[in-house]
């Protein structure tokens, strides 16, 4: 089976110019479409740049997605938050401890407000083709691991905020161990925001196509990350998303995982009538012999995958998370794509 869609993450877009070039070469790569890591601080100071480089990818034949990167240290990325910067309440609590967290509360009205107002601008101005929902999470305070080697008993939020919604719809306090209402009330809220967000996205601009990528984790018996996104079948039942996603997975995995979590990624996806995606290792760590980056894209094609994307463009040469040996990452994805990609 071939694959409908190649593409890779682009961050750093400054000048339409360079971007240019940088298009031009992931076409060169086989890659026909590009996801644009938006940072609060690109958003807010690089945007009518934004608008240009995306018009400039469409003419010349990309697809392009809007990643709202890092935003709040809700989705997963590198890149600061200017929200956080800004404003020093509506932070996420620790429920064991009871301190502020480097990371936004989402369901706070104030954060609400600032990310639906971000999302907006971006339908409304800048001509792009969908948006991805970025490994979005609670922040996940680590204290002592669990026996099972996974995340310890700490969570996030128990802002005061959160208290009062848990305890207006549960009638009584909101607990500081993770009962199963607790565990409910974080998955709903988790998901009404990106739900609000994508049902005002398509409002603006009806055929964005919506792709939420959750992360690649077994974690559904023994041990759950509880990021508040682990129930996929939650995620993809969600009628506002067009795509399930999920998320890279290291080379230093058994191959067994990497079928696992493409097979669980098809079938759901396949459940609820959505494309699937999955993404490839393009940055920080490679293969031994990087032809295994050759056989992993081959797996996911003959699996049936509709999108594959790797996080990052060059394998992120000059990047502190630079894959040792980062081009010819590069190339080898850019081959992988050719002998797979649908024309
Ligand atoms: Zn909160």
């Not at 998955?187 to 609000?196: C, F, K, N, P, V």
Request: aromatic fraction near 14%; glycine fraction near 6%; charged fraction near 25%.
């Amino acid at each position: 089976m071939s694959v409908k869609e190649t593409g890779v993450s682009y961050y750093g877009l400054s000048y339409p110019e360079h971007a240019r070039r940088d298009f031009q070469e992931m076409i060169d790569h086989n890659c026909n479409a590009v996801l644009l890591a938006l940072s609060e601080f690109d958003i807010d100071f690089w945007f009518p740049n934004i608008k240009i480089i995306t018009e400039i990818a469409k003419e010349m034949g990309l697809t392009v997605y809007l990643d709202t990167w890092g935003i709040g240290k809700w989705f997963g990325g590198e890149p600061p938050s200017l929200f956080l910067n800004n404003n020093p309440g509506n932070r996420q609590v620790s429920a064991t401890t009871g301190e502020s967290l480097p990371a936004a509360c989402f369901n706070t009205k104030a954060f609400r407000d600032y990310f639906f107002g971000i999302c907006e601008k971006l339908a409304y101005e800048v001509d792009a083709d969908g948006f991805f929902w970025d490994e979005p999470h609670y922040a996940l305070p680590k204290s002592y691991a669990s026996i099972t080697g996974g995340a310890g008993d700490d969570w996030a939020c128990r802002c005061p905020y959160c208290q009062r919604m848990f305890e207006e719809q549960y009638g009584c306090q909101m607990p500081k161990l993770l009962t199963p209402e607790v565990k409910a009330f974080r998955h709903d809220r988790a998901l009404d925001i990106l739900e609000t967000a994508s049902r005002k996205i398509k409002a603006i601009r009806p055929k964005s196509k919506i792709t939420c990528c959750v992360h690649a984790t077994l974690g559904t018996y023994y041990v759950t990350e509880n990021r508040g996104y682990d129930n996929w079948d939650k995620v993809a039942r969600c009628d506002a998303f067009d795509v399930f996603s999920t998320t890279i997975i290291s080379y230093q995995l058994p191959q067994h995982f990497f079928k696992n979590i493409t097979q669980r990624t098809l079938d759901i996806a396949k459940k609820y009538d959505k494309a699937s995606q999955r993404w490839l290792m393009s940055y920080y760590q490679e293969p031994e012999d990087l032809n295994q980056i050759k056989d992993v894209v081959h797996l996911y094609a003959d699996m049936g995958v509709d999108s594959l994307f790797g996080w990052t463009y060059r394998g992120g040469h000059g990047t502190v998370l630079a894959a040792p040996r980062a081009l010819e990452v590069w190339d080898k994805l850019g081959e992988a794509y050719g002998e797979v990609l649908q024309r």
